[in-house]
């Protein structure tokens, strides 16, 4: 399913859920596609796109000349393709969107996706941005010159997948660790409120072993990946909520307590919890590939934010395309 937005002299943003090449399906969780138009947008006014928290390495990858500038607490870089492995809460960079018309298209890897396609541990990426061809060479440069050169979404698809395929078929790597994918697997179901030293006995290993095999595998340490997936299930949960309990949601998600919530939620976001429930959907859009934009107070007539609303409201879905 596809989802568009176009609302004339005010922003409007196209976003896109696709799932990859069955072959792929082990190693991606999904690709996107965005779309942003900033008409009518004063350059010192326009939206700002914010990372989230993540468990994986996500590859993002502009076309038609876009151009972005990311800035976190090391660098600041224009880039066109970028590479990006996994987040905490202390370290997450932004993106300034210098041009009117911008369009992205990213590859989100599920956990150990990207270290088990290329061999690239993902403790090496962790917490930092690459461009492509940092990574890849002349073949990452080859896959921005096509995604250029590329007439419409269907068509980025298919080189994208084309290059992951000629990737999976032609590497020596292969590698699997399922004690990991078991590992975050209960993570998940328990929402992220769980113990190193309780995860570490119900796959009977040790916590040194399992800590280990995170950071190879995954990028971050078991405890990292737990406070990510504790702090994305309380923002998922905030985005639908009509109003908040902060204490008992605190003590339901494993916080100390409610001021540990709030530090937390303000150290990721930038935001108080009750700013943000208060903003979301006027100036905040939240969307479900791990990014929010936002927009200084004083631009909303600038936009028509219920039609943005509609459009993360419903990128939920993941079309299929093969």
Known sequence: MSNTVNEGKALSVATFEIAPAPALRSYIEFYGSEEINLICYPSDRKPRVHFLPTNTVEIHLCYHDTLYTIRDHCRSNRFRSLIMGGRNIHDLPCMDIPRR???QFHVKFKPGGFYRLFGIPESETRNSFYTIEEVFGSGGRCLENQLNNSASLK??????????????????WQRTYEGTNVATALVEKYKGVVHVS???????????????????????????????????????NLVVASSVNWNES???????????????????T??????????????????????????????????????IKQAYEKATNISEWW
């Open 101 to 103: 018309f911008n369009k």
């Open 270 to 307: 930038g935001y108080s919890p009750e700013l943000f429930m208060r903003e979301k959907g006027k100036t905040i859009f939240k969307f479900r590939s791990g990014l929010f934009i936002t927009q200084p107070p004083d631009t909303s007539r600038y936009l028509t934010y219920h039609t």
């Open 155 to 172: 068509e980025r698809i298919e080189i994208v997948n084309r290059y992951f395929i000629k990737k999976l078929l032609g590497t020596r």
């Open 198 to 236: 309780q995860l570490a006995k119900e796959l009977n290993v040790s916590k040194r072993t399992l800590e280990w095999q995170f950071s190879k595998h995954v990028g971050l340490s078991p405890k990292e990946y737990a406070i990510n997936v504790r702090f994305n299930n309380l923002l998922n």
């Open 250 to 268: 605190a003590y339901a998600r494993g916080y100390f307590d409610q001021a540990h919530l709030i530090d937390e939620f303000k150290t990721a």
